[in-house]
């Protein structure tokens, strides 16, 4: 199985902040991941799809990029509603998800 | 707007079966890939099969294959998951999810909790 490494596990940012999450595969994925937010309670929800292509109605603070094994899921201006946990997802080859990355107001 | 509903969850004895349904609305079911995905505290998100759009072709990860049915029925815009000989391992939050180009998911159920317990 391809493993995802998602870092860090927890980061604490403040409203307005530029936060950089990362997720490295343990082999090329070939551009096959997306990234999925996780609010306390709810189901994962798609926010990017295919490395950085935007799922339709998310906010264009979200970008993502990365190829090969290291990509890494953006958000430019940090608001209160984005505290989550953030997920990534590889499909290249037997579907796995990262541990996630528990993003939390400073 | 899309739904998915999944029901048939609930407290099970290790060895016993279990079959969950997603009642799927606001699209056109039969168009669409679907599948499931489960979530422990410990293990976290994990995916757990496949069906392609007419149902012929099923997809499994390893360790519920030949224990766990993925199935499909178009005209009642519905999908089922039927696990057999269930393990304590398989206690978790099941998920229901909408496949868009490929593998992605792009709409979840709310989920639906199964526990495997003696």
């Known amino acids: 199985d391809i493993q995802m490494t998602q870092s860090p596990p927890v980061l604490s940012a403040s409203v307005g902040d530029r936060v950089t999450l990362s997720c490295k595969a343990s082999q090329n994925i070939n551009k096959n991941l997306d990234w999925y937010q996780q609010k306390h309670g709810e189901a994962p929800k798609l926010l990017i799809y295919y490395t950085n292509n935007l799922q339709t109605g998310i906010p264009s603070r979200f970008s993502g990029s990365g190829s090969g094994t290291d990509y890494t899921l953006t958000i430019s201006s940090l608001q209160p509603e984005d505290v989550a946990t953030y997920y990534c997802y590889q499909y290249n080859s037997g579907p796995t998800f990262g541990a996630g990355t528990k993003l939390e107001l400073k | 707007e899309v739904q998915l509903v999944e029901s048939g969850g609930g407290l099970v004895q290790p060895g016993r079966s279990l079959k969950l349904s997603c009642a799927a609305s606001?699209?056109?079911?039969?168009?669409?890939?679907m599948a499931w995905v489960r979530q422990t505290p410990t293990k976290g998100l994990e995916w757990v099969a496949s069906?392609?759009?007419?149902?012929?072709?099923?997809y499994y990860r390893d360790s519920v294959k030949g224990r766990f049915t993925i199935s499909r029925d178009n005209a009642k815009n519905t999908q089922y998951l039927q696990m057999d000989s269930l393990r304590s391992e398989d206690t978790a939050t099941y998920y229901c999810?909408?496949?868009?180009?490929?593998?992605?998911?792009?709409?979840w159920g709310q989920g639906v909790m199964v526990t495997v317990s003696s």
């Open positions: 069906i392609s759009t007419g149902g012929g072709n099923t």
């Open positions: 606001g699209f056109t079911f039969s168009n669409y890939g």
């Open positions: 999810a909408r496949h868009h180009y490929g593998y992605t998911f792009d709409y």
